[in-house]
């Protein structure tokens, strides 16, 4: 059979390394990979993509992202482009202007760092939009933005007591600041209007557009479920995975709903059963474990510090117990499932991986593949234990630089010993880890080629300043093993995320060879063609 595409001239990334010069496609899979042999498969009606020196490589698999919720807020009140108190306030009042047909303000997406403390006021919301209720969650969607006009609707007074998972944010007098954290951004979520199921799926399938544009042929979505307001995504999911507008491979994480316990386990059997179709599947379980550094509530082991440094009485929320969490664990992986813990604090990481140990202890070696994402303070005693216990370690990189939320928001809370052990890809990678890779999207950029270039040089795309941590750097090659296999692996995908025969056609055309360049211009590349099974999904203009 002559094969239906030959990518050909231009180096192809190996598992055995960047060797080949081509690559053979019959259907949906690879058929050979090298170089003469690749050509003899061509026919007449063979489409010969020349590489002309760019480089070929597998699908960017994302492991933690909700696409989802990504595509509402682009149609939304966007303030991800905003950089201060003042602009932020002007998109609102714009957006708001624009649109008086809109019963609520909803969208997100503003940095944290541009408002003393993290936590804006509903006076500042109020000079925008006095007359409607808004709400508006921050960038990393653990806190939402509300008005006086949103906290009225929702009753919500000095009086009002904090949820048991979150934080109402209070003025000198006691008064609800505007500021909600946590489980409390529920307490007016729960009010905003339900976007439609069509709107629902015109925002999955433009989010899938964005992915796909930037190599991203597969994920998991972080998020299956109901939560703080957030649509739940498994009806649209399905729809699109029945009518064949789903081209991307998905996994979905069912959502552990936090206020309940092992009661929800045979309901979570009955939802992976019902929502697996086509390229569609929901064998993992979303278990979030703590919240996060900024606003006080990633679990830590030992207490947040003060602005003075000394140690508070606050060591963080832990959503679930963790006398319980064992018995979950242990229960979910005896049935098949997936454990996806978002675990951020030291704490949150130990507890998952005692877990984990407590699963593997009672139910034996398994091929259930937890993996925990974020692990953005990790004590060095555990490092070792993600390989030990085949725990696979879900990084996002681009939080791994120096930033205003970090240096500002962060580092001066944990103390200089603690914030030396954050995100320690690096340690992780020696110790025999796998690494997978994502971009928890919206709550920072989807585009891999970002990610990887922090994770190599530990510094944005762009930047100039400190490395942050240099010794947590790690290289070109595996920073795109944990994009591509590291994250396949994860996603249980286990014929994508490699260029050999027998494999699923999920393939990346970049514009050029990052391995060629200084790693400091590893950004500066583009996808220029994105395949899935052997079929274009994107292509950039004159590629």
Aim: aromatic content about 6%; proline content about 7%.
């Amino acid at each position: 059979m002559h094969a239906d595409l030959l990518f050909t001239n231009g180096p192809v990334l190996t598992p055995d390394g960047r060797t080949a010069t081509a690559v053979a496609v019959t259907g949906e899979r690879i058929t050979a990979v090298g170089h003469a042999e690749a050509h003899d498969l061509a026919g007449p009606r063979t489409q010969v993509v020349d590489l002309a020196g760019r480089l070929l490589l597998p699908g960017f698999q994302d492991a933690h992202v909700h696409p989802l919720p990504a595509g509402l807020e682009l149609t939304q009140c966007d303030l991800t482009t905003a950089k201060t108190a003042q602009d932020t306030v002007a998109v609102v009042r714009a957006y708001a202007d624009a649109h008086p047909e809109r019963e609520w303000i909803t969208g997100g997406g503003w940095s944290m760092e541009a408002f003393e403390g993290g936590t804006p006021t509903k006076e500042l919301l109020d000079s925008a939009v006095p007359d409607r209720p808004v709400y508006l969650p921050n960038r990393d969607h653990h806190g939402a933005w509300v008005n006086s006009r949103a906290l009225e609707l929702a009753g919500i007074t000095r009086d009002t007591p904090d949820p048991v998972d979150g934080r109402i944010e209070r003025d000198a007098s006691g008064e609800p600041a505007g500021t909600l954290q946590e489980g409390a951004m529920q307490l007016v979520g729960r009010l905003t209007p339900r976007a439609t199921h069509a709107d629902r799926l015109a925002a999955l399938l433009h989010a899938q557009r964005h992915l796909h544009g930037l190599g991203i042929t597969a994920w998991q979505d972080a998020l299956v479920g109901e939560f703080l307001g957030m649509d739940d995504p498994s009806d649209v999911y399905l729809a699109a995975a029945r009518d064949g507008s789903l081209t991307a491979r998905v996994v979905g994480a069912l959502w552990w709903d936090r206020a309940r316990g092992a009661e929800q386990i045979p309901e979570l059997v009955e939802r992976r059963a019902a929502l697996s179709h086509g390229r569609f599947g929901a064998g993992s379980v979303k278990l979030m474990l703590d919240g996060v550094a900024e606003t006080g509530t990633a679990a830590l082991l030992d207490p947040y510090l003060d602005k003075c440094g000394c140690a508070t009485a606050n060591r963080g929320t832990s959503f679930i117990d963790p006398d319980q969490l064992p018995k979950y664990v242990t229960e979910l992986d005896a049935l098949g499932f997936q454990c996806h813990f978002h675990a951020l604090g030291d704490r949150a990481v130990r507890d998952a991986l005692d877990a984990v140990e407590a699963a593997r202890a009672v139910n034996g070696p398994s091929d259930t593949r937890p993996h925990l994402a974020h692990l953005q303070v990790v004590h060095p005693d555990d490092v070792a234990r993600f390989a030990r216990l085949g725990a696979v370690a879900n990084i996002q990189p681009l939080w791994a630089a120096h930033e205003p939320q970090m240096d500002e928001l962060t580092i001066p809370f944990l103390g200089p010993e603690r914030a030396r052990w954050q995100y320690p890809f690096g340690a992780l990678l020696r110790s025999g880890a796998t690494l997978a890779a994502g971009s928890d999207w919206p709550v920072s950029s989807p585009d891999p080629l970002h990610g990887i270039h922090v994770a190599v040089n530990r510094v944005e795309p762009g930047g100039a300043g400190p490395v942050f941590l240099p010794d947590e750097r790690i290289g070109l090659a595996e920073a795109v093993t944990a994009y591509t296999a590291g994250s396949a692996y994860a996603n249980h995908l286990d014929d994508t995320g490699r260029i050999e025969a027998g494999a699923l056609a999920d393939l990346v055309v970049l514009d050029r060879d990052p391995f060629a360049a200084p790693p400091e211009e590893i950004a500066a590349a583009r996808v220029a063609l994105t395949y899935i099974g052997g079929v274009g999904v994107y292509a950039a203009q004159g590629a």
